[in-house]
């Protein structure tokens, strides 16, 4: 990656470490190096508030250039740091809720005289506004992400099952680019690659905040598709995430085994209003909660409150950031007064569970620009009659 | 689950926590949920030493049964087990190398008179050997995982890059039933599936301390296949994980397109000389580190020592224990002085790189018996020539 935009990245970072009287940062987890290198390497790099940012790297073991230098473990960073003149911190930030416990306190014993603090959620603030090339990279994933949607029709026969389908569906995210890794923060959510709920299992309950869940095909990993075999009269919401750049994309589509009930039309119907509406009122200075109570109103108006973001479990969100990771900063939730900045890309979700039935609305991503919203992920959003 | 295995599981446990004076455990990652409670959920289990286990649950919202109980937050802990009347933890342990440093940090508030200990070791050390119903798994397992496998040369044709063919591979596996999440010990690696190396690409350092890494196709995720077109001459390994019922079963196999060079039949052939050496010795009481020796000695003599485990970047190990994730105890390594016990599942990986060529060698997956080994991972272990 060009120097000039991890400068950027980095600065972002930095200005945000000057206002909370930080003056470096020890960045060492994937998505964080991503983020600030580049890439993912094993190894630290060191970021000074007023000082060029220096990578000390285990492996791999042919990575070189100004300011690389390799290390074997911890313990010799702060030698490393006296060794090559780098300014040593008074206090100094570690990734805090993404680090192990066990690490975090090696780490800090390698700095015995330095205040330590958590710069997890200082690093995902300057991650949720992004940068022009990673809208840019959002952009094309959205479109490669489209055209992999747009050959499901043709991987679809009658009588597959929900398994069978999504793996043809996941192929198809692959072959259009998909690095297929699933990156969430924190350490509780796992999914692989994404969805296929069909029918009554979108009705299921997930151990996480998913607005749709599916019980899973085994309970060592309880989401998504079970089995179901894809039947007349039923819907079905293909949700896979997008990484095809390291970014992920997030896009759902409805598709119907024939024809639906006139209610599942009018309930999706009532998503793409709501996204509709909620698209119409974004913009720089909107408040989160103001989204999703916008959304709330169109839903109850519809008749479709107890139905929205699932049905006895609910997801109490209709959108959230995205970026390196599926769930970023913002969230539009109740309760959240953070203001939309130009910049932030966030994926927006308004569904609907019907029982015997199956899953109806939309996802797609979007980038709040000056003064208003730019979608990512152009692609049809009827329910696709199979 | 059955409630005997998961009582088995947790007495593992329970007889390590009495060696060490510890009479609770919190547990609440994914893979020790799966280990003691036989699924995931978003909750934490709570172990008592002389006390059935309780769970309390966060998601999803329709667990019930003897013993199980819902929670908000963790701070609810310890009002539920006194109103519960569970015995209360002098020396309580937490998942310390798994659990993100703030959560660590907030849990441990929750119990504030008592003596928090690190129970990660502990655990891995009592999944490390396995049950029969586990073992049992990794059978079945491995029936699938060779069924995957003895199909890829229908889906190879001329002309595909290693991605094409590792997507095509990717697809046979799922559709065998492989869940797909590759569980990995500890923040750092990352891989998805698996992973397809052709030619030189196996030769390129990775991020992690893999016997053979590859570039990748993107920085985000630099392992495994890079877009190398599939050439005569050359070989190919196919390393994916299994994950069939939950357990990272571990195999690869080597391809060739056309005829290779003699050397590398030698070369090939030499690790199959190591595996069949190291079956022969391995049982339980064997010293790790001897089991690494014996392979060291086996390519020394050989002549391939240069090009064994990596070239350039070496793996540090010959073979790793295997079960929930891919990398469990015990490790077959230098100066490990871990002795093999009845029950004991891993993999054992000696592989030959020759530039030019391409990654040789063999991966299985075996357990340890009451007086030697099985293997776990049966299908044809010559170069397939397509």
Same mark, same amino acid.
């Given at each position: 990656?060009?120097?000039?935009?991890?400068?950027?990245?980095?600065?972002?970072?930095?200005?945000?470490?000057?206002?909370?009287?930080?003056?470096?940062?020890?960045?060492?987890?994937?998505?964080?190096?991503?983020?600030?290198?580049?890439r993912v390497v094993s190894g630290? #790099?060191?970021?000074? #508030?007023?000082?060029?940012?220096?990578l000390?790297v285990k492996r791999p073991n042919n990575i070189e250039?100004?300011?690389i230098?390799p290390?074997?473990?911890?313990?010799?960073?702060?030698?490393?740091?006296?060794?090559?003149?780098?300014?040593?911190?008074?206090?100094?930030?570690?990734?805090?809720?993404?680090?192990?416990?066990?690490?975090? =306190?090696?780490?800090?014993?390698? $700095?015995?005289?330095?205040? #330590?603090?958590?710069?997890?959620?200082?690093?995902?603030?300057?991650?949720?506004?992004?940068?022009?090339?990673?809208?840019? #990279? !959002?952009?094309?994933?959205?479109?490669?992400?489209?055209?992999?949607?747009?050959?499901?029709?043709?991987?679809?026969?009658?009588?597959?099952? /929900?398994?069978?389908?999504?793996?043809?569906?996941?192929?198809?995210?692959?072959?259009?680019?998909?690095?297929?890794? !699933?990156?969430?923060?924190?350490?509780?959510?796992?999914?692989?690659?994404?969805?296929?709920?069909?029918? /009554?299992?979108?009705?299921?309950?997930?151990?996480?905040?998913?607005?749709?869940?599916?019980?899973?095909?085994?309970?060592?990993?309880?989401?998504?598709?079970?089995?179901?075999?894809?039947?007349?009269?039923?819907? $079905?919401?293909?949700?896979?995430?997008?990484? !095809?750049?390291?970014?992920?994309?997030?896009?759902?589509?409805?598709?119907?085994?024939?024809?639906?009930?006139?209610?599942?039309?009018?309930?999706?119907?009532?998503?793409?209003?709501?996204? /509709?509406?909620?698209?119409?009122?974004?913009?720089?200075?909107?408040?989160?909660?103001?989204?999703?109570?916008?959304?709330?109103?169109?839903?109850?108006?519809?008749?479709?409150?107890?139905?929205?973001?699932?049905?006895?479990?609910?997801?109490?969100?209709?959108?959230?950031?995205?970026?390196?990771?599926?769930?970023?900063?913002?969230?539009?939730?109740?309760?959240?007064?953070?203001?939309?900045?130009?910049?932030?890309? !966030?994926?927006?979700?308004?569904?609907?569970?019907?029982?015997?039935?199956?899953?109806?609305?939309?996802?797609?991503?979007?980038?709040?620009?000056?003064?208003?919203?730019?979608?990512?992920? =152009?692609?049809?959003?009827?329910?696709?009659?199979?």
């Amino acid at each position: 990656m060009l120097l000039p935009e991890l400068k950027q990245r980095r600065d972002k970072i930095r200005v945000l470490m000057a206002q909370q009287g930080i003056d470096a940062a020890l960045i060492t987890c994937n998505v964080n190096l991503i983020y600030t290198y580049g890439r993912v390497v094993s190894g630290y #790099l060191y970021l000074p #508030l007023n000082a060029p940012a220096h990578l000390f790297v285990k492996r791999p073991n042919n990575i070189e250039g100004e300011h690389i230098h390799p290390i074997g473990k911890p313990e010799q960073l702060l030698d490393l740091l006296k060794e090559f003149q780098l300014p040593l911190p008074s206090t100094l930030m570690l990734e805090g809720d993404e680090l192990p416990y066990t690490e975090y =306190i090696r780490l800090a014993a390698c $700095f015995p005289d330095v205040s #330590l603090v958590n710069g997890t959620p200082l690093i995902r603030q300057a991650r949720s506004t992004k940068t022009p090339l990673e809208i840019e #990279l !959002f952009r094309r994933s959205g479109i490669a992400h489209a055209k992999a949607y747009e050959q499901i029709p043709a991987v679809y026969s009658p009588g597959m099952t /929900d398994r069978q389908l999504s793996i043809e569906i996941e192929r198809l995210m692959r072959l259009e680019g998909c690095l297929g890794i !699933f990156r969430i923060f924190g350490r509780s959510m796992e999914i692989f690659m994404g969805s296929l709920l069909a029918g /009554d299992n979108a009705v299921a309950p997930s151990p996480y905040d998913f607005a749709l869940g599916g019980e899973g095909a085994d309970p060592s990993i309880p989401v998504g598709a079970n089995g179901t075999v894809l039947e007349t009269g039923q819907s $079905f919401m293909v949700d896979m995430g997008g990484n !095809f750049y390291g970014y992920m994309g997030d896009m759902s589509r409805v598709f119907s085994i024939g024809k639906l009930s006139e209610k599942a039309y009018a309930a999706h119907q009532t998503c793409l209003e709501v996204q /509709d509406e909620i698209a119409e009122k974004t913009k720089p200075g909107v408040v989160c909660e103001e989204l999703y109570n916008t959304a709330l109103n169109v839903v109850t108006k519809a008749g479709f409150v107890d139905y929205f973001m699932g049905v006895g479990q609910k997801a109490k969100f209709i959108g959230h950031g995205i970026g390196l990771e599926i769930n970023e900063m913002p969230v539009l939730a109740p309760r959240m007064k953070q203001e939309l900045e130009p910049g932030m890309v !966030f994926a927006l979700e308004p569904k609907i569970v019907l029982p015997g039935v199956g899953p109806l609305g939309v996802e797609n991503s979007w980038v709040v620009t000056a003064d208003g919203v730019e979608k990512l992920t =152009i692609c049809k959003e009827e329910i696709i009659e199979l």
